[in-house]
């Protein structure tokens, strides 16, 4: 086998192995049906635990490449004639119990948070009366370029990233990079701020009849759309995840009119499951996809932070375009941001949020999402 682990990175064993037999099988390497080595065979050639290479194979499973056998082993399911996995719209009957989701949202312990704050205060001075790079402070920038890297795979650099205040001004942005005069195709149901962004900007939208796992084949064809605003992990307010082969479609997608996706995955640490979820951006090659996220959700309504990750194709693009915009995130906050990635509690925090929603999602009280 051709597998390896790179001890030296900060990629787990389990994620390298993830993301080398995932290339296989979408570049058609390790053909639909094929079977997989066995666990122990993997293990021993990659010089892991049985335990590990079964983290690898579950999360294959989880995301749709391969599938368990019993007594026979794993075999690839993935084959791109089966890009388009459901033309179904949704039941009227679909939804999620927003209310409790909510109920587990931010609440970041305040204890950490002050801590945090006298750190940045007693470590930074009077340099958090500065003004911020128009691009936002570079140790937010490379805090979020490795958390992104050790968290959803996504490899960007941080001249990739722009900081903004939330995710309605990078709309806004979006719309003055890429052009006010194409259509933005968005989601049917989504968030309807969107729109209204969007329609405020003058932006022509269309909305695409959501189906069980992404937008439904027919209203991908015939849009004439040259920006699609998705949000795969958890569509509000339907609740719907976007399938790995609906990812791919939509790259497939952009590829065909040479337009963009925006991926908006303002909820995406926030969930119950605990595997890997791949994102659109770390699917593609990185040159159509602009990654959006906020810390609005995960930390407090009143950190109105976000940031997006552009191709690397229109980062001079948005330099001659829109690079003369200062920052709108004061400078403290950026670096109370970067502290809290950096030390790890930003992580933590996450971990308990998720731990608390699977106890609410066994008792009953909210669906997996």
């Known amino acids: 086998m051709k597998y390896y682990v790179d001890r030296s990175g900060d990629i787990s064993a389990y994620m390298q192995l993830y993301l080398q037999l995932r290339k296989d099988i979408t570049d058609g390497v390790l053909a639909y049906g094929t079977k997989l080595p066995s666990k122990r065979l993997l293990a021993e050639e990659t010089q892991v635990s049985v335990i590990t290479a079964q983290h690898t194979y579950d999360l294959l499973c989880d995301e749709g490449y391969v599938e368990s056998r019993q007594r026979s082993g794993y075999f690839v399911i993935y084959r791109k004639g089966d890009l388009i996995s459901s033309n179904k719209e949704l039941p ?34 009077e340099d958090i009366l500065l003004k911020s790079p128009n691009r936002g402070c570079l140790p937010l920038r490379q805090a979020i370029s490795a958390y992104l890297a050790r968290s959803n795979g996504i490899q960007a650099r941080p001249d990739q990233i722009i900081i903004g205040s939330g995710a309605e001004y990078l709309y ?77 479609e939509y790259l497939l997608w952009a590829k065909q009119k040479n337009g963009y996706i925006i991926e908006d995955n303002y909820d995406s640490e926030l969930t119950v499951s605990t595997k890997h979820e791949d994102t659109v951006f770390s699917l593609g090659n990185n040159d159509c996809v602009i990654y959006l996220n906020t810390f609005s959700k ?28 200062s920052c709108t995130v004061p400078v403290f906050e950026q670096y109370l ?33």
């Open 298 to 325: 995960t930390i407090a309504p009143s950190i109105r932070v976000g940031y997006m990750v552009l191709p690397a194709g229109l980062i001079e693009v948005f330099e001659q375009k829109l690079g003369f915009y």
């Open 172 to 248: 806004s942005l979006l719309v003055q990079l890429l052009g006010n005069d194409r259509v933005f195709a968005l989601e049917q149901p989504s968030y309807n701020k969107i729109r209204q962004v969007y329609e405020a900007n003058g932006v022509v939208c269309d909305p695409l009849t959501l189906g069980a796992d992404g937008i439904i084949r027919s209203e991908l064809a015939r849009t004439n759309a040259t920006v699609l605003h998705v949000t795969p992990f958890n569509s509000f307010p339907s609740g719907v995840t976007t399938s790995a082969s609906k990812r791919y």
């Open 92 to 125: 009227c009957s679909t939804s999620i119990n927003h209310a409790h989701l909510h109920s587990t949202s931010g609440n970041f312990p305040f204890s950490v948070l002050s801590k945090a704050m006298r750190k940045v205060l007693n470590e930074y001075q």
């Open 337 to 369: 941001l970067a502290e809290l990635l950096n030390s790890g509690d930003f992580e933590r925090h996450v971990n308990r949020v998720r731990r608390a929603r699977r106890r609410l999602q066994a008792s009953g009280h909210i669906k997996n999402s």
